[in-house]
Structure formats: structure tokens, C-alpha cells
């Protein structure tokens, strides 16, 4: 189930990228093409605006739930608590010694 929402959340990510590429820019300088017929007279240049700009805030909108159902999933996988009540619960990983080590005892010599 993450996955599938991981990846209507890429494809949403990649689709706002264009639709906010395709906008114009009010300085003109940074827009898909110079005057009113950028769009190649695909649409006229106050409905294309506001098709746009619709099409931006749904695709936000629908970007931002799906990073919050991504976050909840997230946060549920996970236990409850921070790393420092975990580390406090946690059981010792060593036991201690009874008695001291050994000091290793010298190999014997090789023989030629």
C-alpha cells in the first residue's frame, strides 16, 4: 500500500513540475514563450491561466494529502517513543564477567 501511494505521490510531484512550467511568468522572462500565443493557440490566454492555476491548486492539494498519508504510515510502522526511552529499556548486550580474562598464552615457535 505505500508503495502504490509512493508512487501516485512521484507522478503528482512530476505533473505539478510541468503544469508550473507551462504557466507564464509575469516578467515574461522566464515564460514558455514571449506574448498572449505561447501555448501555441491551444487556449486563450485568460481561460488557460485559470485552467492552470486550477490545475496547480488541485494537484498541491492532492500532493500534500498524499505526503500526509505517507507520513502516518510512516509513523505507524514505527514503535512508540523516542530513542532515549528505547535505549533506557533496552536489556544489557553484555553480561558481565565473572571471572577476568586470560592473557593469551605465547604460540608455539614454527619449526623451518
Known amino acids: ?8 505521490h512521484l507522478l503528482l510531484a512530476l505533473a505539478m ?8 511568468s509575469e516578467g515574461g522572462a522566464l515564460g514558455m514563450g514571449g506574448g498572449g ?7 486563450t ?3 488557460a491561466a485559470n ?9 498541491a492539494g492532492a500532493f500534500m494529502v498524499t505526503s500526509l498519508v ?19 529499556e533496552a536489556p544489557a548486550a553484555t ?11 605465547p604460540a608455539a615457535p614454527i619449526a623451518k
Open 1 to 8: 500500500m505505500t508503495t502504490v501511494i509512493l508512487v501516485i
Open 17 to 24: 513540475i510541468v503544469v508550473v512550467l507551462l504557466q507564464r
Open 37 to 43: 500565443g505561447g501555448m501555441g493557440g491551444f487556449m
Open 45 to 47: 490566454g485568460r481561460s
Open 51 to 59: 485552467m492552470l492555476t486550477r490545475t496547480t491548486a488541485i494537484l
Open 70 to 88: 505517507l507520513s502516518l504510515m510512516a509513523s505507524g510502522q514505527r514503535s512508540s517513543g523516542n530513542l532515549l526511552d528505547q535505549a533506557q
Open 95 to 105: 553480561a558481565p564477567a565473572s571471572e577476568p580474562a586470560k592473557p593469551a598464552e
